[in-house]
């Protein structure tokens, strides 16, 4: 994450695997991983890493945050900056 955009702003996954998500923040600004879809379908190990009823994960400036998960279900999920999409802060996660 950098102020304002996702690098890289695509994710490619596949399906049943586990991931550590990694999300760095390396801009002056708090910004968050919204994935409203993507969040809720996939099997995420520890839940009180999302906030916002499990929608998003906020990370503040110079900060890291790690969430383990399985992916969910093929698809294409949106993924934005609840605080930047309107300034383009916005992506794709794809689960083949």
Same mark, same amino acid.
């Given at each position: 994450?950098?102020?304002?955009?996702?690098?890289?702003?695509?994710?490619?996954?596949?399906?049943? !695997?586990?991931?550590?998500?990694?999300?760095?923040? !390396?801009? *002056?600004? @708090?910004h968050?991983?919204?994935?409203?879809?993507?969040? *809720?379908?996939?099997?995420? !190990?520890? !839940?009180? *890493?999302?906030?916002?009823?499990? #929608?998003?994960?906020?990370?503040?400036?110079? *900060?890291?945050?790690?969430?383990?998960?399985?992916?969910?279900?093929?698809?294409?999920?949106?993924?934005?900056?609840?605080?930047?999409?309107?300034?383009? @802060?916005?992506?794709?996660? #794809?689960v083949?």
């Amino acid at each position: 994450m950098v102020d304002n955009r996702f690098d890289p702003s695509t994710l490619t996954l596949r399906a049943g !695997r586990p991931y550590v998500l990694q999300l760095e923040n !390396r801009g *002056k600004e @708090m910004h968050e991983f919204t994935a409203p879809d993507f969040l *809720k379908a996939a099997t995420v !190990r520890d !839940r009180r *890493k999302l906030a916002n009823g499990g #929608t998003d994960i906020v990370v503040q400036p110079g *900060k890291t945050a790690r969430v383990l998960l399985i992916a969910p279900a093929q698809g294409h999920y949106a993924l934005t900056c609840a605080d930047h999409d309107w300034d383009g @802060m916005v992506g794709t996660i #794809t689960v083949d």
